[in-house]
């Protein structure tokens, strides 16, 4: 009886984190193409295929879900960045892979961040656990920065985490430049310049013999 009563438990448990995952899904599309003032609790929870209560079941409050979807996504470009290794070259090379998505899940991906931004600046409980999420993303990539300086025994030229922050703002910038006027930013341009902004010169180039 105790071992029913387990399973049942934990399937109640698996049933609400498929519905809490379902309901962060259906708002980071409806985000990204309507924004997060012009997507309402019912929509989300009709895109996701709930009801408004099993949204307040999960959410407290919209605002609640966009925090849990901003921690979601910076888990996931945290994760990201643990998964590059190598020199400043194999670094530089790692985030410009990273920026070349597929246009329509990058146009997807750049709008929800900045809406992530937008609603950090409007909204201060939403500002905080921006903060917090954005800290640890230059934490992350200053750690990994710092490290490959210590790799070729040169000092950094400024702090980690303001090189992290100047290597964040310039891929959001670029792509934003990007989906405007596609022509103005080739696709090795943020790779060629974080490459540029990390050592003070530009890559080789592949020897054509």
């Known amino acids: ?17 498929q519905t809490r995952e379902g309901l962060l899904d259906a708002a980071k599309m409806l985000f990204a193409r309507q924004g997060f003032e012009g997507s309402s609790v019912e929509q989300i929870a009709e895109a ?34 643990a998964q590059l ?7 530089s090379a790692g985030f410009q892979e990273a ?46 920065i710092e490290a ?3 790799a070729l025994h040169r000092p950094l030229p400024a702090p980690a985490d303001q090189l992290a922050a100047v290597t964040v703002a310039l891929r959001n910038g670029l792509d934003s430049q990007k989906l405007i006027s596609p022509d103005a930013v080739p696709n090795d341009l943020y790779g060629l310049t974080l490459h540029l902004l990390l ?3 530009a890559p080789q180039q592949p020897s054509t013999d």
């Not at 387990?6 to 984190?17: G, N, Q, V």
């Open 1 to 17: 009886m105790t071992v029913n009563a387990s399973r049942k438990r934990l399937s109640r448990e698996e049933s609400r984190a």
């Open 48 to 81: 996701a295929g709930y009801t408004r209560g099993a949204f307040y079941s999960n959410f407290e409050s919209k605002e609640l879900l966009l925090i849990a979807l901003i921690e979601r996504c910076f888990d996931d470009d945290l994760n990201g960045i």
């Open 85 to 91: 290794q190598g020199d400043l070259v194999s670094v």
């Open 99 to 144: 920026a070349d998505l597929e246009e329509a899940r990058h146009r997807e991906a750049h709008l929800l961040k900045m809406e992530f931004w937008m609603c950090a600046l409007r909204y201060p409980v939403v500002r905080a656990a921006y903060a917090e999420q954005h800290a640890r993303l230059r934490t992350a990539i200053g750690s990994l």
């Open 148 to 150: 490959q300086y210590a």
């Open 199 to 201: 050592t003070g010169h």
